[in-house]
Nanobody
Framework: QVQVAESGGGLVRIGGSLRLTCVAS????????MGWYRQAPGKQRELVAT???????NYGDSVKGRFTISRDNAKNTVYLQMNSLNSEDTAVYYC???????????WGQGTQVTVAS
């Protein structure tokens, strides 16, 4: 049983920066692969970035060079540093965590990021 909670969303100006935080808590006995996904209004949920338990990262093409995912394994916490934000980055951002066995996944409630002038 893993609880996932995102925080750090809000309103930011175009060209600005924002850092999101995701904490995996509860009965977390291991370090898990985790990732960020986002869903804009009327759009499909898309991959933003993932990070394995050992630190290997992967990014969606639309955020490469602008976003950075990192983690603090001691805290079961993953961060998403978002720079050079534009209106296309407006979405609900969801954090996902793997669990203790294949196919076990947990999602956070999402945090709204709105980028506007």
């Amino acid at each position: 049983q893993v609880q996932v909670a995102e925080s750090g969303g809000g309103l930011v100006r175009i060209g600005g920066s924002l850092r999101l935080t995701c904490v995996a808590s509860g009965r977390t006995y291991n370090i898990y692969d985790m990732g960020w996904y986002r869903q804009a209004p009327g759009k499909q949920r898309e991959l933003v970035a993932t990070i394995t338990h050992y630190g290997s990262t992967n990014y969606g093409d639309s955020v490469k060079g602008r976003f950075t995912i990192s983690r603090d394994n001691a805290k079961n916490t993953v961060y998403l540093q978002m720079n050079s934000l534009n209106s296309e980055d407006t979405a609900v951002y969801y954090c996902n965590s793997a669990g203790d066995y294949p196919g076990e996944n947990y999602w956070g409630q999402g945090t709204q990021v709105t980028v506007a002038s």
